[in-house]
Structure formats: C-alpha cells, structure tokens
C-alpha cells in the first residue's frame, strides 16, 4: 500500500542549512510535495516535484528525489526563525487525485 | 476569494452531537478535498469532489461521515453522533482541476469532541 515516512523532528541553528528527509512506497507516484504548516495555520505549498526530474531548486530551497530508492529530500539554505514550521512531505500516485502525507517533521531552529 | 476559507475555526460538541463543517474553495477551483489532522498524524484523506462527478469517499472512516458540495462550489462535511476519536482538525483543499493540479489549503476547524 501506500506510506509516506518522515522523521519526526529536526533542530538546526539559524544560519546553517536544514535537510528533511521523506521516503514513499508507491513507485507510481507522479508528483511530490513539500508543505509547511506554521502553527494554527494551514498547509502551504513550499514546492514540487515531478517523477521524472531528480533536482528542483527555489531560491533557499532544492529538493532532491531519488526515484530509485524512492527518497526525497528538501534543503533549506541558510535556516531562519521563520522557517521553524512543521513540514510534510507529500505524494500523489498515479491515477489518483488523492495525497498521500507523511506525518510531518517538526524544524526548529535556535539561536 | 482569495483562497480557501473553513467555518468554524474552532468547534467544541459533546459526544453524540451532530456537526456541520463547511468549506468555501477558491473561486473556478473545480476540485475539492477534506483532510483530516489528528495529533500527531499526518493528513489523512477523506473525500473528493471533482466538477459533477461522483464524488471518491474512498477515505471516509465510517457511515457517520458525509459530504456534499452545493452548486460546484461550498461544501459541507457531516459527522453524525459524534464520537472523541473524531476530535481532529480538519482541512479543505481546492484545485483547479482534478488532475495534477496543485492543491491550496485552507486553515482548517479544530473539532473537539468533549
């Protein structure tokens, strides 16, 4: 079936880069995403990425997929208080409009 | 709109109490969705509206569940006798399209069932 994994937490000091990390089940997926939740807010969509490329880079953010090991990445340069959100990395499968979400990995970032 | 909106932000009930959760999507989105956040979890997908088709309910976890969406646009998640299990925050999407289209989220309702 289909699951997505994440960790659950990452702690990073402001200024150095962050690197959350997401593995997938379904090797039909056709699309990745990168979403960010600020507390008491909803989902915003930081980025994509289709299942034919293996970089996607936007400004701060490169994400990297891995279709082989069916892992994706999402790096964020130069880590800032205002990134500290939680993250979820998400798929949708092919054929179905449906996404598939991991649970989120929490980022905070310190001083 | 400018995107998606939810009403109410937040919901407190008592078991066994019905509720209605609704959901305006952005303006010429043809697709909608619900989520459900428990603590903890990831999102967990509910239903799907896409134009005059069927809706997918595929997601729904029981018959006390159900949704309609009125004139292509607002929808309305049901959730009959409430139970505390249901307690979660649910969110709506819209797209523009069913298909690979980008989903936008809006900020949810916070269900809690006392």
């Known amino acids: 079936g289909e699951d997505v994994e994440q960790s659950l937490f990452l702690s990073v000091r402001e200024g150095d880069s962050s690197v959350i990390n997401c593995t997938y089940t379904?090797?039909?997926?056709?699309?990745l995403y990168w979403y960010k939740q600020e507390p008491g807010a909803g989902l915003q969509l930081l980025t994509y990425?289709?299942?034919?490329?293996d970089m996607k880079q936007d400004q701060r953010l490169t994400v990297l997929l891995n279709k082989k090991d069916k892992h994706l990445s999402l790096r964020i340069a130069d880590t800032q208080t205002g990134d500290s959100a939680i993250y979820f990395c998400a798929e949708r499968s092919g054929g179905y409009n449906k996404l598939i979400f991991g649970a989120g990995t929490r980022l905070a970032v310190h001083p | 709109g400018a995107g998606v909106s939810q009403s109410p932000s937040n919901k407190v009930t008592e078991k066994g109490k019905d509720v209605e959760l609704r959901c305006d999507p952005i303006?010429?989105?043809?697709?909608l969705y619900w989520y459900r956040q428990s603590l903890g979890q990831g999102l967990e997908f509910l239903i799907y509206f896409q134009g005059n088709s069927a809706p997918d309910k595929s997601g729904l976890p029981s018959d006390r569940f159900s949704a309609e969406r009125t004139g292509g646009s607002v929808s309305t998640l049901t959730i009959q006798r409430t139970q505390q299990e249901d307690s979660a925050v649910y969110l709506c999407a819209s797209s523009l399209s069913g298909t690979t289209d980008t989903q936008y989220f809006g900020p949810g309702t916070r269900l809690t069932v006392l």
């Open positions: 990425i289709f299942s034919n490329m």
């Open positions: 303006s010429g989105h043809t697709a």
């Open positions: 379904d090797s039909s997926s056709t699309y």
